[in-house]
């Protein structure tokens, strides 16, 4: 049966047929008092390990509310294993680029801190609270894991052999972004881009010289840190991620 407009909830409960399913202060309060929904009413509860399930909602009450399952709408299925490296922004940006990759399908945000990066201590509750808004309205069955910021150097020294990192430089001596995405063949991915201020010579010559680093220049206008991580995101999941394949089932 399809519905016209379709209410997601991320769930970290399990999901499956006759199981209630808690839901907590925040859902609630959306449900009651935003939709003005009601018990019998009909919503899709998600997460990655379960897939999508539509549920009938069995209560809401002040301290919290349930809602049943009853039928599968989507299987669990394989999401892009692509992460996002990033200088921690200012407030409104930083909101606004979780927001956005969690849109493109990144799995994971792992905020750095460069030698010019301006902002260091980051609220990742709140973070966290966007991603889950943005999986909700964009039918992604995951959430991205949103960790917590290190040093540039020390996620480096110990980046995984088997990912590449697209580094989003602005040197001239980079080749543009899509000739050399043209190039390289689908795997795991990340994308690298830094604070507003550019990254520091020594970071980008300790950069240039790592194996596992794909340098690129996003063009010829100097791009704002979360407009060049969109771009490059964008980019990445256009020529080797799950754009090439269409809307999945």
Not at 21 to 28: G, I, S
Not at 122 to 135: F, K, P, Q, S
Not at 168 to 187: D, I, N, W
Request: aromatic share 6%; net charge neutral.
């Amino acid at each position: 049966m399809a519905y016209a407009t379709v209410t997601r909830l991320y769930s970290d409960q399990p999901l499956g047929g006759g199981i209630s399913v808690p839901l907590d202060d925040a859902q609630t309060h959306y449900l009651r008092n935003v939709l003005r929904l009601g018990a019998g009413a009909r919503i899709a509860l998600f997460n990655g390990a379960d897939g999508e399930w539509w549920a009938e909602i069995e209560n809401l009450r002040k301290n919290g509310g349930a809602a049943r399952p009853v039928e599968q709408r989507r299987k669990p299925r394989a999401e892009p294993d692509l992460w996002l490296v990033f200088a921690p922004l200012k407030r409104a940006r930083i909101d606004y680029l979780v927001e956005k990759a969690t849109e493109l399908g990144v799995s994971a945000l792992l905020p750095v801190i460069t030698e010019r990066t301006i902002v260091e201590r980051l609220n990742l509750d709140r973070l966290r609270a966007h991603a889950r808004e943005a999986a909700e309205q964009t039918e992604r069955l995951t959430l991205p894991e949103i960790r917590d910021p290190m040093p540039l150097g020390a996620l480096l020294a110990d980046w995984p052999a088997d990912r590449r990192l697209l580094a989003c430089v602005e040197s001239g001596a980079a080749p543009p972004v899509a000739e050399q995405l043209a190039r390289e063949q689908p795997g795991k991915w990340a994308a690298l881009v830094g604070p507003e201020g550019g990254f520091a010579d020594s970071e980008l010559d300790a950069i240039g010289k790592l194996p596992f680093v794909c340098a690129v220049s996003l063009g010829p206008r100097v791009l704002r840190a979360d407009t060049a991580a969109i771009s490059a995101l964008s980019l990445l999941q256009a020529f080797l991620g799950d754009w090439r394949a269409g809307r999945g089932a």
